[in-house]
């Protein structure tokens, strides 16, 4: 059986490879672990083996792991990236590093007002709903300047960049299409001088294509503890 320690550097090197195949400047993607479903000690495991940036999607879920793992606050990057619903805002605001899924202002008002002043500004991204209808999650690309602008000036909150999360698709080009809208909606709140650095997009099945097309930060679960 391949250990933690083992899949952490196949997923390493498959991005390394990725890197280098598409000519990204070496060092630019970042590995996101994506821990949702496991338990406390399976983070623990990863984070022995040199992995400090954690996914999670549950907040309950999330809050329960937060705790037990507080030994190793310092040395854990925490990301919420499952929706977020507004009557759990305040604790995402005390217990989150990062939450990639922005998509209403009203949710990031409430982040806003409820992030401890003790704490550094909590880092966000914009959720892009690049699949059309068949996702609840999500803004329209052409609602996702106005939504960007707002969030930026919002106070205690630092925006970092996009999410996209495909919907699945047995078909490579129609992952790639929307990947690339996802790219795309990145650069053009860049180009409008917003200052973002982060594009959040990519997972075990599509990394690569996800390197291809710019993600800065893939978020990697299965590939790296097994079926959940
Ligand atoms: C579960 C999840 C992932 C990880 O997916 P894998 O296919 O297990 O790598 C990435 N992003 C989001 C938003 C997820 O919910």
Redesign the pocket.
Known sequence: MATIADKLQLVRGRIARAVSEFGRPPGSVTLLA?S?TFPAVTVREAVAAGQHQF?E?YVQEALDKIAELADLRDQITWHL??PLQSNKTRVVAEAFDWV??VDRLKIAQRLSEQRPAHLPPLQVCIQVNTSGEDSKSGVAPEEALALARAVAALPRLQLRGV?G?PAPSPDPAEQRRQLHAVRVAFDVLQSEGLPLDTLSMG???DLEVAVEQGSTLV??????FGQ?
Do not use: C, D, P
């Open positions: 994506v949702k996914g999607n990236i499952g990639h899924t999410m999360l997972m075990s099945a978020r990697v679960g299965t590939a790296l959940r």
